[in-house]
């Protein structure tokens, strides 16, 4: 695995969409590997493993996402993302588990997923039943030595720091997106930063719009790196300034693969020159 540097520029992929060679002439050497609902791990311990070695590349973090999941709007989102569904908590908590395990077996370190809209009321059923989901994949996490990290956007930075106390684990971190509090329309996410520092363990590099004014529930726009709302260069500052060291990931989720790899390569020399 190759040595990384502070604020070192990776990628976040996914299995069964990218390659690795791929994402590697993108001009990254680490990044954090998706695994849909849909991918079967049997056998892709072996699979990631032989890539792993071949292309010489540091997985970061592993990242679960899950069936059934819609991202068509935010009250969409609310029905079926992350863990607060009721109907889906027991198969999606079996399943983070599962991709616990697979990284483990990968010598991966860190475990990351959207929880979800967490409510702000404490007494809130969902928001109890969401906690004690989070303690239990922690501490399976942390057989592993690996921490587990929510990926930020889906609730205000207050919110998700009285959650993180709330569950007490020494694991539990997050995976700060900038451009999610653009999108949800969550809040400004170089202040959000500021407050979340000492619990931000990895970093999506991602840029968007605000949410159309008066749409109900409509999102935001994700841009290329450098073209949407964010302020790239506030936010690497924002990293630098807040002590930050881990990977900073680029993340494009459009599904032309050939304009997504273009975005990702004039991203990485972007983050580049920014990070000095
Ligand atoms: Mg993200």
Redesign the pocket.
């Known amino acids: 695995m190759p040595l990384l540097r502070d604020l070192e520029i990776g990628a976040?992929f996914w299995a069964g969409r990218d390659t690795l060679p791929r994402i590697k002439s993108l001009g990254v050497r680490c990044g954090q590997l998706g695994i849909g609902g849909d991918v079967n791990l049997n056998g892709a311990v072996e699979h990631w493993k032989a890539e792993v070695a071949r292309e010489d590349f540091s997985l970061i973090t592993v990242v679960c996402a899950y069936n059934g999941e819609d991202y068509a709007d935010i009250p969409t989102v609310q029905r079926t993302v992350g863990f607060i569904p009721p109907a889906t908590r027991e198969e999606r908590e079996a399943r983070t588990k599962d991709v616990s395990d697979f990284g483990a077996a990968l010598g991966v370190k860190s475990v990351a997923c959207h929880i979800g809209f967490v409510p702000e009321d404490a007494t809130d059923p969902d928001y109890v039943a969401v906690l004690g989901m989070v303690r239990r994949i922690c501490d399976h996490a942390a057989r592993h030595g690996q921490t587990f990290v929510l990926?930020t956007?889906q609730e205000p930075a207050h919110v998700l720091m009285h959650f993180l106390k709330d569950v007490d684990r020494a694991n539990l971190g997050i995976?700060f997106?900038p451009?999610?509090m653009i999108l949800y329309g969550t809040g400004d996410p170089i202040e959000a930063l500021g407050i979340l520092a000492s619990k931000v363990l990895s970093v999506?590099a991602?840029d968007g719009d605000w949410p159309p004014r008066g749409v109900a529930g409509a999102l935001g726009t994700e841009r290329p790196l450098g073209q949407g709302s964010v302020g790239m260069e506030r936010f690497v500052a924002k990293l630098k300034e807040i002590g930050y060291k881990g990977t900073v990931n680029i993340?494009r989720e459009i599904e032309n693969l050939e304009q997504r790899y273009a975005d990702m390569a004039m991203a990485v020399k972007l983050l580049e020159r920014l990070r000095g």
């Open positions: 976040m990926e956007g995976n997106d451009a999610n999506h991602k993340e």
